[in-house]
Structure formats: structure tokens, C-alpha cells
């Protein structure tokens, strides 16, 4: 398993030591070791590009409720069924999007200038890069197989499902791209086999959120939580 080096400023050191944080003194960069959750780690952990300018809010997707879905895929490496999960955002969340760069006017990127937006549409979650305290706690009492680590095609960390028998990782973007995959369900008898959890709490997290034409959400087993 590739190891997860940390960018920690100075300033921030100790607190990184107080979490857990081990100094390499070769290469001189703070990493996570080995069997500790790199969970506590999201701030100062490589993320997907988009992220990281000044004066914007700390989540970029927010939604009144949300779904934790609950599907199964098979693990390619012990090719047995495992338990995998993802979020399903309802028609009412908005995603934050920066002002357009714009030479006629004072804005630009740096100035962290957006706005939310609503789509209108239900969204499914992947690449989720960090959650909110509220939602990780959720989330922690249906998997603790759900959790960042590195991952070599996205070149970054990411919350990522791992096989409940052999803790392979299982990447995000076959469950979600693939018509077929875990997330990607393409008749209502594939639905039926999946399960939304309905959260009635705020969602706040940074991720990439998609849609399908047809998502046959409706057909998917409910449960209140
Ligand atoms: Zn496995």
C-alpha cells in the first residue's frame, strides 16, 4: 500500500504528532503510518485538483438530507461479494461554483468569489475527498471500510471502499462509471438489491457529484435511519 505523505505547515506540527503523524526525516515530509486511519489526516492530505484556494467555504456540496446507499460489488481480488457504499444527494442540493475569471471586472480566481447553485437533479457522490464531522459519524455506524486512502489512478486521496473480507482497495470509478457497477444500476431488478439510508441531517463534503438520466432510485430498498 502506497504510503500517504502529508503536507503540514510548520505551525500545524504538533497537532499532526498529536494525531498520529510520523516524520520521515529522509525525505523530510510527515506521513501516515501503517495501520493508522488516515481519516484525521484530510486537511493535510494531496487532494483532487479544484481545491485549496483562499476565502472559499470549506465544503463545496451541501444538502439539507442525504442518502447513504448501500450496494455490493464483487472484490477483484478474492472475487467474493463485499458490502461497498456511497452518497445519494437529493433535487435540493447545491454545489459551489467560483465566478467565471472575467477581465472587465475585479473578479478573479484568487479572489474565491462563487456562488451555490442548484442543479435541480438527484446526485450520486464519488471521489469524495472530505466530509463533515456529522456525516463521518454517520457514516462510521454502517462501515468503517469506507475510509481515504491513496489511490494511483486519481493520483490522490480519496474515501474509498475496501473489501470486507481482504480489505482490497475498491476504486470509485468502476462502481460509479460503469453502467453496471455497483452505483451504476441500469434496470430496476439491479436497483431493488440496493439500500438508501435516508439521513435527515445536513450534508457538507467536497466531491465530484454525478447524475444519471435514469438513476432508478425509486426502486432501491428505503430505510429511515
Ligand atoms: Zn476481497
Known amino acids: 500500500m502506497a504510503r500517504i505523505d502529508l503536507s503540514v505547515p510548520f505551525a500545524e506540527k504538533d497537532q499532526a504528532k498529536l494525531l498520529g503523524a510520523r516524520w520521515d526525516v529522509k ?14 489526516f484530510a486537511r493535510w492530505m494531496p487532494q483532487l485538483a479544484g481545491f485549496g484556494l483562499e476565502h ?12 447513504i446507499l448501500q450496494s455490493v460489488t464483487e472484490c ?28 472587465d471586472t475585479d473578479f478573479s480566481l484568487d479572489s474565491g468569489l462563487g456562488y451555490w447553485v442548484s442543479h435541480g437533479f438527484r446526485g450520486g457522490l464519488s471521489n469524495v475527498v472530505t466530509l463533515s464531522p456529522s456525516v463521518i459519524k454517520q457514516l462510521r455506524s454502517y462501515t468503517t471500510r469506507y475510509e481515504p486512502d491513496y489511490s494511483q489512478k486519481a493520483g490522490a486521496v480519496y474515501y474509498m471502499n475496501h473489501c470486507q473480507h481482504c480489505s482490497a482497495k475498491l476504486g470509485d470509478f468502476y462502481m460509479h462509471s460503469e453502467p453496471g457497477g455497483a452505483f451504476f444500476p441500469t434496470s430496476p431488478n439491479a436497483a431493488s438489491v ?15 457529484v454525478g447524475w444519471a438520466s435514469e438513476d432508478f432510485m425509486d426502486f432501491m430498498q428505503l430505510k429511515n435511519a
Not at 97 to 103: L, N, P, R, Y
Not at 200 to 207: C, H, I, V, Y
Open 27 to 40: 525525505a523530510k515530509t510527515w506521513y501516515v503510518p501503517d495501520g493508522v486511519s488516515a481519516e484525521a
Open 56 to 67: 472559499e467555504p470549506e465544503f463545496h456540496v451541501r444538502a439539507p438530507y442525504y442518502f
Open 76 to 103: 477483484w481480488k478474492c472475487f467474493c461479494p463485499t458490502r461497498v457504499f456511497s452518497f445519494k444527494l437529493p433535487e435540493e442540493h447545491e454545489q459551489f461554483e467560483f465566478a467565471e475569471e472575467d477581465e
Open 194 to 208: 440496493m439500500t438508501l439510508h435516508l439521513i435527515n441531517e445536513r450534508f457538507d463534503g467536497n466531491g465530484g
